[in-house]
């Protein structure tokens, strides 16, 4: 079946440090890989995506890459702010099924 | 603005009471999605709806309804038959299902979120 396991958290950094928060997956068919950010009280927001194997998703400063050899799409940040304090969730939507599936969340929070 | 407008924002249910969430989009999305959030944990799907007037359970379907009579609408209601409703409700859509892009799949947009807690 279909799953995504994430790092678990939570993860405090302080500003400016170099964020990577691990994501897995297991699917069937080509899936399409995504990052959500869940600022509190808020629903989720699409971060970034990638759709096939070697893409690279980015947007605001964070990164991730596709890797099929590995199944993994990791969640890179080169120096993180306060602002970037949230829940991430790592996503997989398979082209064979009619789902997304979603990782537990990872807990980031960064002080100053 | 296009978007997901979920309401209301927070929600408080008695005994025995059925209530309703409402999710409604003007994305023009054809499918979507509820889901249920408790603290630390993921998103865990109770219905979702590919076209109108067809929905289909997810994975924990039990004590809750849907309707999807409207393109833009897909309330979620929450029946007395659930013992444990507190929660954080998520409405989703996405502009085709997942599996019907072979260009590569779209991602579900998201409502702001309804917090539904026992009186």
């Known amino acids: 079946g279909n799953s995504v396991t994430q790092m678990e958290g939570p993860v405090t950094l302080s500003e400016e440090a170099f964020l990577t928060i691990n994501c897995t997956y297991t699917a069937t068919g080509y899936p399409s890989l995504f990052w959500y950010v869940q600022y509190p009280g808020e629903g989720l927001q699409l971060l970034l995506k990638?759709?096939?194997?070697?893409d690279k998703g980015s947007n605001k400063g964070f990164e991730a890459t596709y890797r099929k050899e590995t199944t993994s799409f990791h969640l890179e940040k080169g120096s993180v702010q306060v602002s970037d304090s949230a829940v991430y969730f790592c996503a997989l939507s398979d082209n064979t099924g009619n789902q997304f599936y979603f990782g537990t969340g990872t807990s980031l929070t960064v002080i100053p | 603005d296009g978007g997901i407008t979920q309401s209301p924002k927070y929600l408080f249910r008695k005994e025995g009471q059925n209530v309703t969430l409402s999710c409604e989009q003007n994305?023009?999305?054809?499918?979507m999605y509820w889901y249920r959030q408790d603290p630390g944990q993921g998103l865990r799907l109770i219905y979702y709806s590919q076209i109108v007037n067809d929905f289909q359970k997810g994975d924990i379907a039990e004590g809750y309804s849907v309707s999807r009579e409207k393109k833009e609408s897909f309330p979620l209601t929450v029946t007395s038959a659930q013992k444990n409703p507190t929660a954080f409700y998520l409405c989703?859509?996405?502009?085709?299902?997942?599996?019907?892009?072979?260009?590569?799949?779209?991602?579900?947009?998201f409502g702001d979120g309804t917090r539904l807690s026992i009186l």
């Open positions: 990638a759709t096939k194997a070697d």
């Open positions: 989703a859509s996405s502009i085709t299902p997942a599996g019907w892009d072979r260009g590569g799949n779209q991602p579900q947009h």
């Open positions: 994305l023009n999305h054809d499918a």
